[in-house]
């Protein structure tokens, strides 16, 4: 078989045994992810498939390689590197059961970030759509959404997961950029007493503490919330009128 193995390329890590590694170590290019190895990729679209755009781990091949597994499927998952505009990385108003406080999709106009777009086949979606318990998914139309290929080609749409909760903001009202899990948990952690009192002084804290205790990680997401640190993604818009997948 061609490729090579996670382990090989740095890519084996699963933030959701390790919350401090999240969101996980990305593909340096498009690739074909095939139980634990990267192979190449033959096309870019994969018109019988779905485009979900990666915000945050599901861009990891180790943690989704890690959520397919738990199913039992092993089956290839194509990764395709692409530019996107008009969408940023913000910060999840919710503590994560897993540990960490992940990132969600922000409407940005001007913004234009180097993410992967996976092509879950029907089983494959279904498997990541449980995983994401507190996130709908919605379709992001072009041109709202502009998602170039490496080949020039654009694509008209692509889906991604809406934080339920909304995101954090910056002090300012603006969507909070997420600067990596152990900085994040530093800095909320450096900022709020009370979220010390629940989840301890240091980032290992934080996230032992989460991983423990459901209870513990909703009194969080209130937190977030009743301290009015949380303001809308601008993508609500987006999710269907069911709020729901």
């Given amino acids: 078989m061609r490729g090579r193995t996670l382990e090989e390329l740095g890519l084996a890590e699963v933030p959701r045994e390790n919350p401090l590694s ?4 990305r593909p340096a290019d498009s690739g074909l992810l095939l139980g634990d190895r990267m192979l190449p990729l033959d096309r870019l679209v994969h018109a ?3 485009p979900v755009v990666a915000v945050g781990s599901n861009a990891c091949p180790g943690q989704l390689r890690h959520k397919l597994a738990e ?3 092993t089956s290839a998952l194509p990764m395709v590197r692409a530019r996107v505009r008009g969408l940023d990385v913000g910060v999840s108003a919710h503590v994560s059961r897993m540990g960490y406080v992940s990132a969600s999709p922000v409407g940005a106009p001007e913004a ?8 879950p086949d029907a089983r494959q979606l279904a498997v990541i759509d449980a995983s994401e318990l507190n996130f709908d998914r919605a379709w992001l139309p072009a041109p709202d959404v502009r998602i170039e290929l490496a080949d020039g080609s654009t694509l008209p749409g692509a889906y991604a997961y ?3 909760h909304g995101v954090l903001h910056n002090g300012d009202g603006a969507p909070r950029a997420h600067p990596g899990q152990r ?3 530093g800095e909320l952690l450096t900022g709020s007493a009370e979220l010390r009192e629940l989840f301890g002084v240091t980032p290992e804290q934080f996230c032992a503490r989460a991983r423990a205790d459901a209870e513990l990680c909703a009194r969080g997401t209130r937190l977030f919330a009743d301290r009015k640190w949380v303001t809308a993604s601008g993508l ?3 999710v269907p009128g069911d709020g729901r997948r």
């Fill in 22 to 25: 999240y969101p996980g170590a």
């Fill in 48 to 50: 019988d498939r779905t």
């Fill in 71 to 73: 199913s039992g499927i």
């Fill in 112 to 119: 234009s970030r180097e993410l992967f777009v996976i092509w």
């Fill in 162 to 164: 809406v934080n339920r």
């Fill in 183 to 185: 900085a994040l948990i």
């Fill in 236 to 238: 609500e818009r987006y």
